[in-house]
């Protein structure tokens, strides 16, 4: 049974990091790709990255290339999302999702690709 289960969340100030983690159960992280998506109050859920363990390819969308790092722990079954200079735009519930289809989904970071999805988890940036 494949379940993920998405923790880290919290308030930060403007420019401060945090980072998330996604605990998957019911397969390995080398098995399919795994993508993070955020849903803002009143906006669509959109893309943030997404990572094939099997051979470490990751993708990023413009918005957070060069701010946000996404990784994965074979050992713990667990991928991150480390996220740096973040903005007050960048609040938003966080969600971790895998693509078991062998999909172009999580690479095209498309919501509509993935196929389990965490609870997520509320990330706020305000002073």
């Known amino acids: 049974q494949v379940q993920l289960v998405e923790s880290g969340g919290g308030l930060v100030q403007p420019g401060g990091s945090l980072r998330l983690s996604c605990q998957a159960s019911?397969?390995?992280?080398?098995?399919?790709?795994i993508g993070w998506f955020r849903q803002a109050p009143g906006k669509e859920r959109e893309g943030v990255t997404c990572?094939?363990?099997?051979?470490?390819?990751?993708y990023y969308s413009d918005s957070t290339k060069g701010r946000f790092t996404t990784s994965g722990d074979n050992a713990k079954n667990t991928v991150y999302l480390q996220m740096n200079s973040l903005k007050p735009e960048d609040t938003a519930v966080y969600y971790c999702?895998?693509?078991?289809?062998?999909?172009?989904?999580?690479?095209?970071?498309?919501?509509?690709?993935?196929?389990?999805w965490g609870k997520g988890t509320l990330v706020t940036v305000s002073s």
């Open positions: 990572i094939r363990n099997s051979n470490g390819y990751t």
């Open positions: 999702a895998v693509d078991t289809s062998y999909g172009s989904g999580c690479q095209l970071l498309d919501a509509s690709g993935m196929d389990y």
């Open positions: 019911g397969f390995t992280l080398d098995s399919y790709p």
